[in-house]
């Protein structure tokens, strides 16, 4: 199956919108939203999509997953990645982080749930280090997460000691 990845447009919004909506009801009941599904479409209306770095992985013309990523004064962040439910385990979601490795410095930085084993398993799988456990009193679900680090190479290692560094979303 071809996947196709481009950066996302105004059009795209609730496209991307139903997916992350969709995931959170379908794969983490441990950590229900903590906005409504509404707020949820104005923030990706008005506040993902322009903000830049979202990137929309098609198939057969159909969004089917999505990747928001950013870039701090610590380093790479990914910010959001979901795929509509029906079609994970497909492939779509290494074909957004192989992308995300080929285009964002190191080191990269994400968060995830704790509960969330088998996205733990899938960034492991790219070489993504478990690096700080915390109870979730920093996140709008109050649900303990995990910060994940892919570090540079260590010939590139710079500010490895910066893990704790400000945390510019959640996903
Ligand atoms: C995590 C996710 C982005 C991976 O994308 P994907 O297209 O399903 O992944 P791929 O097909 O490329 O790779 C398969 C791996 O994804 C992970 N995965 C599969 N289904 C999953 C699910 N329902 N939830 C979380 N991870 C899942 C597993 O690690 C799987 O490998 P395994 O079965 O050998 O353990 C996608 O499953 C998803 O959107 N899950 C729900 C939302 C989520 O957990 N997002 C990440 C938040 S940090």
Redesign the pocket.
């Known amino acids: 199956m071809v996947t196709t990845l481009r950066a996302a447009g105004a059009q795209d919004a609730s496209a991307v919108a139903r997916?992350l909506i969709d995931?959170?009801a379908?794969?983490?009941p441990y950590a229900p939203a903590a906005h409504s599904d509404d707020e949820i479409r104005e923030w990706v209306a008005h506040g993902l999509v322009p903000g830049g770095g979202l990137i929309v992985a098609e198939r057969d013309g159909r969004i089917v997953?999505a990747?928001a990523t950013g870039i701090g004064h610590d380093g790479a962040w990914?910010t959001?990645?979901?795929?509509?439910?029906a079609?994970?385990?497909?492939?779509?979601?290494?074909?957004?982080?192989a992308h995300a490795l080929r285009t964002l410095p190191r080191p990269i930085r994400?968060?995830?749930?704790q509960a969330?084993?088998?996205?733990?398993?899938?960034?492991e799988?790219f070489g993504f280090v478990a690096t700080v456990f915390s109870d979730g009193r920093n996140n709008e679900e109050r649900c303990p997460d995990i910060l994940y680090v892919l570090a540079a190479p260590s010939h590139e290692a710079g500010d490895s000691c910066q893990l704790q560094a400000e945390r510019p979303g959640h996903?």
């Open positions: 997916i995931t959170r379908a794969f983490m997953g990747m990914i959001q990645m979901a795929v509509n439910p079609q994970v385990g497909h492939g779509v979601g290494s074909e957004l982080l994400l968060h995830t749930f969330n084993l088998g996205a733990r398993r899938f960034y799988r996903h």
